[in-house]
């Protein structure tokens, strides 16, 4: 989890590019930066602790010679955040410098064995080892940089994505990967490595995916992937994205997530847009299979959690919603040749997401992937994959990618409903007219009700706790509006399905303690109603999203948001969230926090 980048540039300063790139890998860890450029057989470094605009304000992080160099964006695993531990990191005689992403599960082994060797560590990361690795292959052979990088990723137990410059060879950076991401950016007089593609979109739209196992030649005329093991050369042309690079910036917006969460209806009209082709494939594998897991991390959880009551309620089709960091110790023994797993991630990289996937793939099981990203890991491990078209999310907050993935799962629900017939005709025609709706109906939330959450935030901002009760579905959305206040705002709250809350959570409640009912006009109303009394009764502030016009739980409620229209219920998850999103966000800013960069997060989970 770290963001890295790397340019080689016919003319102007590396540093300063470098510098304008890691800036668009901040949410992928934001505790450290540093920048390493190449000059006439010179190696300059800059790094230190801390957001990369206040680092740049101590150091000027431009103010580095050369067009040709390397950076970093870190989120610490093995040692703390500290100057030292910073990337780039460099060998005995700081002749190397590399930066990583990933985690070196054998590096204590080899930290040993290179000091027994001699080699002089500076600091307490993982990544440092590698550096010392390619120094003693230089040392001990006449290697090449590439041939001693290949000689050293061998060694290597563990996940990297690596981008390395050394001053023996000044024209060139070299760069590996096995499970983190890593693409190149090709430019007319340029050329970039990124973890990700918005880092240099704004210099070119021409794109190379890395694949697990490549090792890459970069220099001024261009590229050069072979294979680590066979050596192979490897021919990839450059894809163009259509991602504009007004798309990853702000446009206006004071941060990312406000921007992504008002960004969602038309999000959720591309998601409407999916090609058939998959999704039919897709379902014709969940209708074949004999078990099926929903498995993902965090928010994306939340949307298999929500899928899990779609496909039970309209396909007739069990499954059974798994978080991916607890699939192998559950059900890694069970998992089969008819086995599927659903698995969903925005990102695509998430490791205990991938570390599911593999268990169930070394088990003959099949899987199919839902994911924001093409190039991600999971569309390749995936037999079937299926984009969910969100555009790229930097708020380290999953906002429009949850509920475009809720749009996907709720379009395989209903196309498993048609190819099983177990609901009407009549019934499935209503839900198709109404998801179509979705996009107008977020839209006209958002425009409604948003200064009302707003000042919602102003009157609750005081209080030290909160409670998120919902039934049904609604208990997923719940869970979500919980996980967004607690993760930017930093409120401790609890959710739960609401009918739970009597068992053991109502002790919490005394006078004005702020509990969020999710009341969609469903099944569940009449016992969410007997819920809000409950807590009613016991002093409870109650804060109700209703379905417009729900005279009855308006009165119980201290405050109420109000959603626009009537909706079928497996189709109200997406607009009950959106709310919850903006009262998280708002609750943020009242807190006085950062919600595109909240505390010991980072936007793409790589290590377990
Ligand atoms: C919360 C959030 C995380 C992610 C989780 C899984 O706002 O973003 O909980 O949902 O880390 O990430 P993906 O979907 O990339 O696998």
Redesign the pocket.
């Known amino acids: 989890m770290c963001g890295i980048f790397g340019c080689i540039l016919k003319t102007g300063n590396a540093a300063s590019a470098i510098h304008k790139g890691l800036k668009k890998l901040e949410y992928r860890g934001y505790d450290s930066v540093g920048i390493a450029t190449l000059q006439e057989d010179r190696l300059f470094i800059k790094k230190d602790t801390g957001k990369i605009d206040n680092v740049h304000a101590i150091h000027n992080l431009d103010d580095l010679p050369g067009g040709l160099g390397i950076g970093h964006t870190r989120w610490a695993t093995h040692g703390a955040p500290y100057q030292v531990n910073a990337h780039p990191h460099t060998d005995c005689n700081n002749t190397i410098a590399l930066v990583h992403n990933g985690i070196i599960e054998n590096f204590a082994e080899l930290k040993t064995e290179l000091e027994e060797l001699g080699h002089t560590f500076k600091s307490k990361t993982d990544t440092e080892v590698i550096a010392h690795l390619i120094e003693e292959e230089l040392k001990r052979t006449d290697l090449s940089l590439v041939d001693a990088v290949r000689e050293t990723v061998k060694q290597l137990d563990g996940s990297y994505a690596l981008a390395i410059i050394s001053v023996k060879e000044p024209d060139k950076i070299i760069c590996a990967r096995k499970e983190s991401p890593l693409v190149l950016g090709v430019g007319k007089d340029s050329i970039y490595v990124a973890s990700d593609i918005p880092a240099f979109l704004s210099e070119t739209n021409k794109s190379v995916v890395i694949e697990d196992g490549e090792i890459i030649i970069l220099n001024h005329s261009g590229y050069e992937i072979r294979k680590i093991d066979s050596w192979k050369e490897i021919t990839r042309e450059p894809k163009t994205i259509n991602w504009a690079p007004e798309m990853a910036e702000k446009q206006g917006y004071p941060h990312f997530m406000l921007k992504e969460i008002h960004e969602q209806p038309l999000r959720l009209r591309n998601t409407l847009r999916l090609q058939n082709q998959y999704l039919e494939l897709m379902t014709t594998f969940l209708d074949r299979a004999g078990e099926v897991f929903l498995v ?5 959880y939340h949307a298999c959690l929500a899928a899990s009551y779609m496909f039970s309620k309209l396909s007739f089709l069990a499954t059974h919603p798994v978080i991916a960091s607890e699939f192998v110790e559950q059900h890694g023994k069970s998992v089969n040749i008819d086995s599927t797993l659903l698995v969903v ?3 695509g990289e ?1 490791a205990d ?1 991938l570390d599911a996937v593999e268990s169930a793939r070394l088990r003959a099981a099949t899987v199919l992937g839902l994911t924001n990203i093409v190039g991600s890991t999971l569309t390749r491990v995936a037999r079937v994959y299926i984009c969910q078209q969100s555009g790229p999310e930097i708020g ?3 906002t429009k990618t949850f509920t475009s993935q809720l749009s996907v799962l709720t379009q395989l629900a209903i196309r498993l409903a048609k190819k099983r017939g177990k609901i009407s005709h009549v019934e499935i025609e209503e839900i198709e007219e109404k998801l179509e709706q979705i996009p107008d109906i977020v839209e006209s939330t958002i425009q409604h009700q948003e200064e009302k959450v707003k000042q919602l935030a102003k009157k609750y901002k005081g209080k030290q706790a909160f409670f998120f009760l919902g039934r049904g579905l609604s208990s997923a959305v719940a869970l979500e509006g919980r ?2 206040l607690m ?1 930017i705002a930093y409120i401790p709250s609890l959710a739960y399905p609401a009918g739970e809350s009597k068992h053991g959570p109502i002790s919490l409640i005394e006078q004005g303690f702020p509990v969020i009912f999710i009341c969609p006009n469903d099944s569940t109303r009449k016992a969410i109603i007997s819920n809000i009394m409950e807590m009613k009764a016991r002093g409870a502030s109650i804060i109700a999203i209703i379905e417009k016009g729900d005279k009855e739980i308006k009165k119980l409620a201290d405050d109420y948001i109000e959603i626009d229209t009537e909706l079928p219920e497996v189709l109200s998850p997406i607009p009950f969230v959106t709310p919850l999103q903006l009262f998280a966000y708002y609750m943020a800013l009242e807190c006085k926090r950062d919600p595109d960069m909240p505390r010991n997060l980072a936007k ?2 790589t290590v377990k």
């Open positions: 993902a991390c965090g928010t994306s991630s925005q990102s998430t997401t380290v907050a999953a996980l967004k993760e793409s989970v």
